[in-house]
């Protein structure tokens, strides 16, 4: 497919072909999700509806609610016992790969990640009601288990039918003595998995943090707001995090555990990974307890640099800062010597990236760092705010669709609230140059003339791998092989195939590397045969 | 230790399922859509599903597995679904443009009591299916059976939302080849001409979902049942329906409406199932059995003949769909083997039942239940070891745990390749799958052989 690439496509352009093959309804709705980016001196960009519903028959990359509560952010938490409540196709599915990795301090420890427990209700059960069920499975799984807390997950017909999950967890906490809550996620809510991030994140927020006061002894204490450890990110933000001195007191949600969960109050700092699965929760933390938060970003590695200087900025210790300044030191120059390397052979190329709520943002630093450039973009399940930074908040509209996802009303938390730092530092630090609570969003960094497209379909995607012939498309598992028979190399970015970490200095490196192969691997040039490139002149045998 | 919580003492559990040997009904009608040529099937219910299931199967197949969904919010599961459907239909022929689309139900419009049927029709009044173009639909709830289910549900609507007798018999005999990978249809479809017999066999996944890497995508890969195909199975001399879950309704729909005569028979795994099955189509069809049919069979029985020292008296578990493990068991039980401790998640007395008879001769040494589920499989594991495991993908955790031998087999497959290439069906499907379980026991005998005892020829 190289060589073959148009360089001056014109974005309205493609946008009008895509719309002119949609009925008019479909067009009109989806002519407001494809965007093509243009940014004024004041930063401001063009704005883009995200977070609305997909079109019934429309091809989309998109999960529900439920697996965005029980996959995406409860998943990767081993010591609690999830058990979905509902048909046994669900809780299946959600059964995890290693996408998530997870290491328990020891073998004693507590994981449950590799199970799957379901009440596989029946029909009866959808008939009758799956309540006795439900309470008797979460008998069963704290005689079997032992577990430190049980949550439930409701499916689409547990919702329907009308059972209680919530009240069943009240009253198997009381009789079992341990935590026990329940997550109404049935897969019909909101328009995406974010609602199911969000109804998961409250319940988090509700039913376990604060419950452990204890503080940990560490000199600068900080949360991981969403960060998931896919392919071991985690692991490799932890190592460069201690590296420097800086102690995690919990991630949200990878390798994550309760306790962690429970205990996260006690950090001095909140730093956000994915803006958009967790914004809320860091403000709630703030309002509650008093944490700050800042934005961070540790793909790539010079967003690794920047994120680990904000942070120092932020604890305003010489000591800390010096040490930072010396991991980077340290870590860049293996970096700077695969990046030159892997850029000669990746230089002037094209990428697409269409994933996730901040994934399609966070990877384009990666593909800078190699030479590449990303012509297109979008979210899976993104906020206005996600493309065009949290300025636009104040005017997003809640549709009925928003409505129905429970937002919490947060109050100073009597006890336990205790302000980080002075408004005085706070403002100093703004003033310096280290915003508080900001997210510029996607949109601002990406170049002018390129496309943004909100929850992309399958016949979208399509047209564009045609118009802009990318020499890497990255997006999940359900597109990969689509893209491949085109001849384009697909590299998931929700489970990262085979490959990670990408987070940090080493995951930079490793994502280097995977480009590079990806990109420059000689299978791509196989794909015609040679009898079809060489029409036959004469039916004569060669050896006559 | 992944499975550290997998004790040896067993609780009584009733209501918790832990580590389920099956999934629900709308993937299994979503793999059955997917064998017609020119259809995209759809998901009447919340985007989730349709993900999920797209998901997995394409995690099993590694080909594109393209669906769509009525992308349920929650106005249309308090409204009904009917709305979203008619939309559905109406975007998907527009902008997909399939042959067909065929709908299958998930839990979502089971419960609130969407009407597919009488949605599909006011869609066709509305002028929303274009002419030549077809809608077909399956009621597949996921709260009733399992995958399996599901894809006998969606065989079973393909034949009779299209069979049409037009009173003049095709010579051709109608194979339902059950819930099994593209690789085995093609080696059935192979047997049945093999013996000189036209089939039409529906669904066939095969060349849509082990296809070529081209350079182009086609949405509507060359391959599958047509729908001339599937409106001639009325005028078939006869149907043999493999598999009786996956398979069984859909035969006899077509002997019960269109008197087109049907057997039902296990699915051709191993020597005497395939005996069976070849034997069935000679006597229907008044054929004898070519010498090359013959001569496959030989060789099977040559290679356990062979290495029968390897595989006598050998313990094993097994977990997987029914269709396959009751075969699968009698081939076992052939080789000498001891399949021991047997569970599939898909509910059915029948199961345990046939279980029982095939290792009648093992007496109380076997264990069977159905629905049971991977977390049961391996407390009696634990408690009785075996030598080798044979289950889906989700085995790994428990083979890598007990350190037990173990051959991938069933759905899902998502750590290895092969299945969708090489069939386990029939006489040389029985060789592939001796040949697994072989290299699992020999390759264990290396690794623990102690080097006096290290061998070349074993």
């Given at each position: 497919?190289?060589?073959?690439r148009t360089h001056?496509?014109?974005p309205e352009e493609?946008k009008?072909e895509?719309?002119?093959?949609y009925p008019a309804?479909?067009?009109?709705?989806?002519a407001?999700?494809i965007?093509?980016?243009?940014?004024?001196?004041t930063g401001?960009v063009p704005?883009?509806?995200?977070?609305?519903?997909?079109?019934?028959g429309?091809?989309t990359?998109?999960?529900?609610?439920?697996a965005g509560c029980?996959?995406?952010?409860l998943?990767?938490?081993?010591?609690?016992?999830?058990?979905t409540?509902?048909?046994i196709g669900?809780?299946?599915y959600s059964w995890l790969t290693?996408?998530n990795?997870t290491?328990?301090a020891t073998?004693q420890?507590?994981n449950?990640?590799t199970y799957?427990?379901s009440?596989?209700?029946?029909?009866?059960d959808?008939v009758?009601?799956?309540e006795?069920k439900?309470k008797a499975a979460?008998?069963?799984a704290y005689?079997?288990?032992?577990?430190?807390a049980?949550?439930?997950f409701?499916?689409?017909?547990?919702g329907l039918i009308?059972?209680d999950v919530?009240a069943?967890?009240?009253?198997?906490?009381?009789?079992l003595?341990?935590?026990?809550f329940?997550?109404?996620c049935?897969?019909?809510?909101?328009v995406s998995?974010?609602a199911g991030?969000?109804i998961a994140n409250?319940?988090?927020?509700t039913?376990?943090?604060?419950?452990?006061?204890?503080v940990m002894?560490?000199?600068y204490?900080i949360?991981l707001?969403?960060?998931?450890n896919?392919?071991?990110?985690?692991?490799?933000i932890?190592r460069v995090l201690?590296?420097c001195?800086?102690?995690v007191?919990?991630?949200?949600?990878g390798n994550s555990?309760?306790?962690?969960?429970?205990n996260?109050?006690?950090?001095?700092l909140?730093?956000?990974m994915c803006h958009r699965?967790?914004?809320?929760v860091a403000d709630?933390?703030?309002?509650?307890y008093g944490?700050?938060?800042?934005?961070?970003n540790f793909?790539?590695?010079?967003?690794?640099?920047?994120?680990?200087r904000?942070i120092?900025?932020?604890?305003e210790?010489?000591?800390l800062?010096d040490?930072?300044?010396a991991?980077?030191a340290?870590e860049m120059?293996?970096i700077?010597?695969?990046?030159k390397?892997v850029?000669?052979?990746?230089?002037?190329?094209?990428?697409?990236?269409?994933?996730?709520?901040s994934?399609?943002?966070?990877?384009?630093?990666?593909?800078k760092e190699?030479?590449?450039?990303v012509?297109?973009a979008?979210?899976?399940?993104a906020?206005?705010?996600?493309?065009?930074?949290r300025?636009v908040i104040?005017?997003?509209?809640i549709?009925?669709?928003?409505?129905n996802?429970?937002?919490?009303t947060?109050e100073?938390?009597?006890d336990?609230?205790?302000?980080?730092?002075?408004?005085d530092?706070?403002?100093?630090?703004?003033?310096a140059?280290?915003?508080f609570k900001?997210?510029?969003?996607?949109?601002?960094?990406m170049?002018?003339?390129t496309?943004?497209v909100d929850?992309?379909?399958?016949?979208e995607?399509e047209?564009l791998?045609?118009i802009?012939?990318?020499?890497i498309f990255?997006?999940g598992?359900?597109?990969?092989?689509a893209?491949?028979?085109?001849g384009i190399?697909?590299?998931?970015l929700h489970?990262?195939?085979s490959?990670g970490?990408?987070?940090?200095?080493?995951?930079?490196?490793n994502?280097?590397?995977?480009i590079?192969?990806?990109?420059n691997?000689?299978?791509?040039?196989?794909?015609?045969?040679?009898?079809q490139?060489s029409?036959?002149?004469?039916a004569?045998?060669?050896w006559? | 230790?992944?499975l550290?919580?997998t004790?040896k003492?067993?609780?009584e559990?009733k209501s918790?399922?832990?580590?389920p040997?099956?999934?629900?009904?709308?993937?299994g009608a979503?793999y059955a859509a997917?064998g017609?040529?020119g259809?995209?099937p759809?998901?009447?219910?919340s985007?989730?599903?349709?993900a999920y299931h797209r998901?997995?199967?394409t995690?099993h197949y590694?080909e594109?597995?393209?669906?769509a969904?009525?992308?349920f919010t929650?106005g249309a599961?308090?409204f009904?679904?009917?709305a979203?459907?008619?939309?559905?239909?109406?975007n998907?022929?527009?902008t997909?443009?399939p042959?067909?689309?065929a709908v299958?139900?998930t839990?979502?419009?089971?419960?609130?009591?969407d009407d597919?049927n009488q949605?599909v029709?006011?869609a066709?009044?509305?002028?929303?299916?274009?002419e030549?173009?077809y809608?077909?639909?399956?009621?597949?709830p996921?709260y009733v059976g399992s995958?399996v289910?599901?894809?006998?549900?969606?065989?079973?609507s393909?034949?009779?939302?299209?069979?049409k007798k037009s009173?003049?018999?095709?010579?051709?005999f109608?194979i339902?080849?059950g819930?099994?990978?593209p690789s085995?249809?093609?080696a059935i479809?192979?047997m049945?001409?093999?013996?000189?017999i036209?089939p039409?066999?529906?669904p066939d996944?095969?060349?849509?979902?082990?296809?070529?890497l081209?350079?182009?995508y086609t949405?509507?890969p060359?391959?599958g049942v047509?729908i001339?195909?599937l409106k001639?199975?009325?005028?078939?001399i006869?149907?043999?329906?493999?598999?009786p879950l996956a398979?069984?309704?859909?035969?006899?729909?077509l002997?019960?409406q269109?008197?087109v005569?049907c057997?039902?028979?296990?699915?051709?795994?191993?020597?005497l199932?395939?005996?069976r099955f070849?034997d069935?189509?000679?006597?229907?069809?008044?054929v004898?059995v070519?010498?090359s049919?013959?001569?496959?069979r030989?060789?099977?029985l040559?290679v356990i003949s062979?290495?029968h020292h390897?595989?006598y008296?050998?313990?094993?578990?097994l977990?997987g769909?029914?269709?396959?493990l009751i075969?699968?068991?009698?081939?076992?039980m052939t080789?000498?083997?001891?399949?021991v401790?047997?569970v599939?998640?898909?509910?059915?007395?029948?199961?345990a039942k046939?279980?029982?008879?095939?290792?009648a001769?093992?007496?109380d040494?076997v264990?069977?239940k159905?629905?049971g589920?991977?977390y049961?499989?391996h407390q009696?594991i634990?408690?009785e070891p075996?030598?080798?495991l044979i289950a889906?993908?989700y085995g790994?955790?428990?083979?890598r745990?007990?350190?037990?031998?173990?051959?991938r087999?069933g759905f899902p497959i998502l750590?290895?390749?092969?299945h969708?290439y090489?069939p386990t069906v029939g006489?040389r499907?029985?060789?592939?799958?001796?040949?697994q379980?072989?290299n699992?026991?020999m390759?264990?005998?290396?690794?623990?052989a102690?080097?006096?005892?290290?061998?070349?020829v074993m």
């Amino acid at each position: 497919m190289t060589g073959e690439r148009t360089h001056s496509v014109d974005p309205e352009e493609i946008k009008k072909e895509i719309l002119a093959k949609y009925p008019a309804k479909v067009a009109r709705k989806r002519a407001k999700q494809i965007m093509p980016n243009a940014v004024d001196e004041t930063g401001n960009v063009p704005e883009i509806s995200a977070n609305v519903r997909t079109v019934p028959g429309i091809i989309t990359q998109r999960g529900c609610s439920y697996a965005g509560c029980k996959g995406v952010i409860l998943g990767p938490t081993r010591d609690i016992v999830n058990i979905t409540h509902g048909p046994i196709g669900c809780g299946f599915y959600s059964w995890l790969t290693r996408r998530n990795q997870t290491k328990p301090a020891t073998d004693q420890d507590d994981n449950f990640m590799t199970y799957c427990f379901s009440t596989d209700m029946q029909d009866e059960d959808i008939v009758f009601g799956g309540e006795k069920k439900l309470k008797a499975a979460i008998q069963e799984a704290y005689d079997n288990f032992k577990p430190k807390a049980i949550s439930i997950f409701s499916t689409c017909p547990v919702g329907l039918i009308g059972d209680d999950v919530h009240a069943v967890a009240r009253e198997m906490k009381e009789k079992l003595g341990i935590n026990i809550f329940g997550f109404s996620c049935e897969g019909y809510r909101g328009v995406s998995q974010s609602a199911g991030h969000h109804i998961a994140n409250n319940g988090i927020f509700t039913h376990v943090v604060g419950e452990d006061d204890h503080v940990m002894e560490a000199e600068y204490k900080i949360n991981l707001l969403g960060e998931y450890n896919i392919g071991g990110d985690g692991f490799e933000i932890d190592r460069v995090l201690n590296k420097c001195g800086i102690s995690v007191v919990s991630t949200f949600s990878g390798n994550s555990t309760y306790g962690q969960f429970a205990n996260s109050h006690t950090a001095d700092l909140n730093t956000v990974m994915c803006h958009r699965s967790i914004n809320y929760v860091a403000d709630m933390m703030e309002e509650k307890y008093g944490i700050p938060w800042i934005k961070i970003n540790f793909i790539g590695a010079k967003s690794t640099a920047k994120s680990l200087r904000k942070i120092a900025a932020y604890f305003e210790d010489q000591a800390l800062m010096d040490r930072v300044e010396a991991v980077i030191a340290e870590e860049m120059p293996d970096i700077e010597a695969k990046r030159k390397e892997v850029k000669k052979r990746c230089e002037g190329k094209t990428a697409m990236l269409f994933v996730g709520g901040s994934r399609a943002h966070h990877y384009q630093e990666l593909f800078k760092e190699i030479g590449m450039t990303v012509v297109s973009a979008g979210y899976e399940f993104a906020h206005r705010d996600d493309y065009e930074g949290r300025r636009v908040i104040p005017d997003i509209k809640i549709d009925a669709d928003s409505r129905n996802i429970e937002e919490l009303t947060v109050e100073k938390d009597p006890d336990k609230f205790a302000p980080r730092k002075t408004a005085d530092q706070m403002a100093d630090l703004e003033a310096a140059g280290h915003p508080f609570k900001e997210y510029d969003g996607m949109m601002p960094e990406m170049e002018k003339g390129t496309l943004v497209v909100d929850d992309i379909s399958q016949f979208e995607t399509e047209t564009l791998l045609e118009i802009y012939k990318p020499d890497i498309f990255c997006a999940g598992i359900k597109e990969k092989y689509a893209i491949q028979k085109h001849g384009i190399p697909m590299k998931q970015l929700h489970s990262y195939d085979s490959g990670g970490p990408y987070a940090a200095f080493k995951g930079a490196v490793n994502f280097y590397e995977e480009i590079d192969r990806m990109l420059n691997a000689n299978i791509w040039e196989y794909v015609e045969a040679p009898w079809q490139s060489s029409p036959q002149l004469s039916a004569k045998y060669v050896w006559e | 230790m992944l499975l550290r919580h997998t004790t040896k003492e067993i609780k009584e559990r009733k209501s918790l399922t832990v580590n389920p040997a099956k999934t629900c009904q709308p993937i299994g009608a979503m793999y059955a859509a997917l064998g017609i040529h020119g259809c995209l099937p759809h998901s009447h219910g919340s985007q989730g599903c349709c993900a999920y299931h797209r998901s997995t199967l394409t995690r099993h197949y590694r080909e594109p597995v393209m669906a769509a969904t009525s992308s349920f919010t929650e106005g249309a599961s308090v409204f009904g679904g009917q709305a979203n459907l008619v939309q559905a239909i109406d975007n998907i022929f527009t902008t997909y443009d399939p042959d067909l689309i065929a709908v299958h139900t998930t839990c979502l419009s089971e419960t609130i009591g969407d009407d597919v049927n009488q949605i599909v029709n006011k869609a066709k009044k509305d002028g929303k299916i274009p002419e030549g173009k077809y809608v077909i639909h399956a009621s597949t709830p996921s709260y009733v059976g399992s995958h399996v289910t599901g894809f006998a549900n969606m065989a079973k609507s393909m034949a009779l939302q299209f069979a049409k007798k037009s009173g003049t018999s095709n010579g051709k005999f109608n194979i339902v080849p059950g819930f099994v990978e593209p690789s085995d249809m093609a080696a059935i479809k192979e047997m049945v001409k093999t013996l000189g017999i036209s089939p039409i066999m529906f669904p066939d996944t095969s060349n849509i979902l082990n296809g070529p890497l081209t350079g182009k995508y086609t949405m509507y890969p060359k391959g599958g049942v047509s729908i001339e195909e599937l409106k001639s199975t009325a005028d078939s001399i006869g149907s043999i329906g493999l598999g009786p879950l996956a398979s069984a309704d859909a035969v006899r729909a077509l002997d019960s409406q269109f008197k087109v005569p049907c057997q039902v028979l296990d699915l051709p795994i191993g020597l005497l199932a395939t005996d069976r099955f070849i034997d069935a189509l000679r006597s229907a069809a008044g054929v004898s059995v070519p010498d090359s049919i013959t001569r496959e069979r030989g060789r099977l029985l040559d290679v356990i003949s062979d290495m029968h020292h390897h595989l006598y008296g050998k313990r094993v578990a097994l977990a997987g769909d029914p269709d396959q493990l009751i075969p699968l068991t009698e081939f076992l039980m052939t080789l000498g083997m001891k399949p021991v401790h047997i569970v599939t998640g898909t509910p059915g007395k029948a199961f345990a039942k046939r279980i029982k008879e095939i290792t009648a001769r093992l007496g109380d040494e076997v264990k069977v239940k159905g629905p049971g589920d991977m977390y049961t499989l391996h407390q009696w594991i634990k408690n009785e070891p075996v030598d080798l495991l044979i289950a889906n993908t989700y085995g790994k955790y428990i083979a890598r745990d007990d350190d037990i031998p173990y051959v991938r087999f069933g759905f899902p497959i998502l750590d290895r390749i092969g299945h969708t290439y090489f069939p386990t069906v029939g006489y040389r499907g029985g060789i592939r799958l001796l040949e697994q379980i072989l290299n699992a026991l020999m390759d264990r005998m290396d690794r623990d052989a102690p080097e006096e005892k290290f061998e070349l020829v074993m």
